[in-house]
């Protein structure tokens, strides 16, 4: 998931770089979706381990 987001992250900059303002806006809108979709998943899975008594690290 984090490696989506960082593709599209990279796919917005380049369309804002090459003027395509609407593609680089969808891209860039879909990358912070994935990335704070990441974070959650990461904290969840953090609390899920400790809860169990497992390393979270």
């Known amino acids: ?3 989506w987001s ?3 992250a ?3 900059v380049l369309a804002g ?3 395509f ?3 680089a806006g969808v891209a860039a809108s879909v990358a912070k979706v994935l990335f704070a979709l990441f974070l959650v998943v990461l ?3 953090f609390v899920i381990r400790a809860v169990r008594g ?3 690290v």
């Open 17 to 19: 770089i090459l003027g």
């Open 43 to 45: 904290v969840a899975t």
């Open 21 to 23: 303002v609407g593609l």
């Open 1 to 3: 998931m984090l490696g």
């Open 54 to 56: 497992q390393s979270v």
């Open 6 to 8: 960082i593709t599209f």
């Open 10 to 12: 990279i796919l917005a």
